[in-house]
């Protein structure tokens, strides 16, 4: 008699964290390293160099609703896959080709930053909201927090490869190329589409025996199978829009201006540099703690709480001149929470909402106009400080779309199908 195969599920959040790991960890985080070294090399301004962690920010949003378009139609393998080649290849031109400042912007903001987009949120998040129901919050904060550990042990790992092999910034390109073709290899090994690939059954619970489960997570609302034009037309989906500016808008900034800040506080630059190291802790904390809420109580009011700690995060950064190394710490750590916290939550509230069949599409829009909302975050911070001559300005303006985004989520109720206009929207699709 044959055993009944155990629960994939967990297995594969596991292969997920690793790709996300992988992907984000050595050609951003690993990638931000090795181009100081290599703008030794080829001469630039600093407004270029810095041009190419804006495209990098913007290329990985912008190409989230192609990515969902080739989930839907080859699978998340493939789009994992895709995103690998595309790593691949963008570091394999920094390693052998690269010598004008043009081509970095293309092979690293572009072609590299693409690939992260194609091989981390959108088909993670899209994986998990098809295998987990019940526990989709923490099946998409476990992986989606990799990112965190990243920039402790990706970054760390290439600059000590930097430091042995004498500052060779084309040979460690060369190694994330590597590292890019072994993603790409673990993901067409171990990701699995679906469950019902596997003869199992989503969180591997009969769906019999899932009704059961807490009314937090019910599929009431995903009982009607959404498609994307039903949901643009929902109030709900608008309001998450919303959320999503104030989770992202405040985070961008904060990468971009928290060091210069701490600075005009006479903080060192070492110890400024650990300060915005903390960001990255408080963003694992954030995550799993979303993760977990998005499980246990309706998604708003999850979402909702994550952004009061941008609220407190800002009045400590504004206060930071009154004792600066703990007030810088803790602005740091609670900005890391509220990212972390309100990204999870702004991935998992389309799923919870409109299930997992039109999840790709929703989700890859929602982050495509989020960060293109959110990408001049860094340049509407420097205009407020070179108008004013600090970044309190700004600060306030955080708190105020974190305001804004916990008004907007307050109305984020479960999206109720409105049947005159679906009927005519079955017919146009």
């Known amino acids: 008699m044959h055993s009944k195969p155990r629960f994939y599920g967990w297995k594969l959040v596991a292969v997920l964290f690793a790709l996300d790991f992988l992907n984000m960890g050595f050609p951003f985080f690993g990638g931000a390293v090795i181009n100081t070294y290599m703008l030794r090399q080829i001469p630039m301004s600093r407004s270029t160099y810095g041009l190419g962690f804006t495209l990098l920010n913007l290329f ?73 129901n019940h526990y989709r919050g923490r099946a998409m904060a476990i992986p989606l927090s990799a990112s965190g550990f990243a920039g402790f042990l990706g970054a760390p790992l ?48 009969p769906q019999a025996a899932g009704m059961s489960s807490s009314s937090a997570t019910s599929t009431a609302m995903n009982d009607h199978i959404w498609i994307p034009s039903e949901a643009y037309r929902t109030q709900s989906y608008w309001m998450v829009f919303i959320g999503g500016i104030a989770c992202q808008f405040p985070y ?101 909402f409109y299930g997992p069949s039109a999840y790709p599409k929703l989700n890859g829009m929602m982050l495509l106009l989020t960060g293109v909302a959110c990408a001049p975050a860094g340049i509407v911070g420097g205009l407020v400080f070179d108008k004013l001559g600090s970044y309190t300005g700004a600060f306030a303006l955080n708190m105020a ?11 984020a109720t479960a999206p109720q199908l409105r049947r005159t206009r679906s009927l005519v929207s079955n017919h146009a699709i």
């Not at 092979?107 to 590299?112: D, L, T």
């Not at 092999?165 to 067409?188: C, D, E, F, K, P």
């Not at 779309?401 to 109305?411: D, E, K, R, V, Y």
């Open 252 to 352: 961008f900034f904060f990468v971009a201006h928290w060091i210069l800040h701490l600075r005009s506080a006479d903080i060192g630059a070492a110890t400024a540099a650990w300060a915005l190291g903390f960001l990255t802790m408080g963003g694992i904390a954030g995550r799993l703690i979303g993760g977990v809420l998005m499980d246990k109580i309706a998604a708003r009011y999850a979402f909702m709480m994550g952004l009061c700690c941008y609220l407190a995060g800002s009045i400590l950064a504004i206060e930071v001149r009154v004792n600066p190394l703990p007030i810088a710490f803790a602005a740091a750590i609670l900005y890391g929470v509220a990212f972390g916290w309100t990204f999870v939550c702004l991935n998992a509230i389309t799923a919870r």
């Open 60 to 132: 990985i949003g912008l190409p989230s609703i192609i990515v969902a378009a080739v989930i839907l139609k080859w699978g998340a393998r493939t789009a994992f896959v895709i995103g690998s080649a595309l790593i691949f290849l963008g570091t394999l031109f920094l390693s052998l080709f690269a010598s004008r400042p043009w081509q970095y912007l293309l092979a690293f903001g572009v072609v590299i930053a693409t690939g992260i987009s194609s091989a981390t949120i959108v088909p993670i998040t899209t994986v998990a909201a098809r295998w987990f």
């Open 158 to 205: 290439i600059n000590k490869i930097l430091a042995a092999n004498g500052g060779n910034w084309r040979q460690a390109w060369l190694v994330v190329a590597v590292i890019a073709v072994a993603s790409g290899i673990i993901a067409l090994l171990f990701v699995k589409e679906r469950p019902e690939d596997l003869g199992q059954a989503v969180d591997g619970i």
């Open 401 to 411: 779309l974190a305001i804004i985004g916990i008004f907007a989520l307050s109305f």
